[in-house]
């Protein structure tokens, strides 16, 4: 599981693919602190895209 910190609410959309792209989790948070459980997925490396008003980043997770 991790965290992520937003200095407001206005919403989160947040994506998780596998290394095929295939989308693993994707949920929209309005929280200022959003938790992702990943316990449900196999170790492995993941691509996370997060949107938020326009603005996107994506970074990659590694589970072990």
Request: aromatic share 8%; hydrophobic share 40%; no cysteine.
């Amino acid at each position: 599981e991790f965290y992520i910190l937003m200095e407001d609410s206005k919403g989160l959309n947040v994506n998780i693919y596998d290394i095929t792209g295939k989308l693993v989790i994707s949920e929209f948070e309005t929280n200022e602190l959003i938790h992702i459980d990943v316990s449900g997925l196999p170790s492995g490396v993941y691509m996370i895209n997060m949107e938020h008003e326009g603005n996107q980043v994506t970074k990659q997770l590694i589970k072990q």
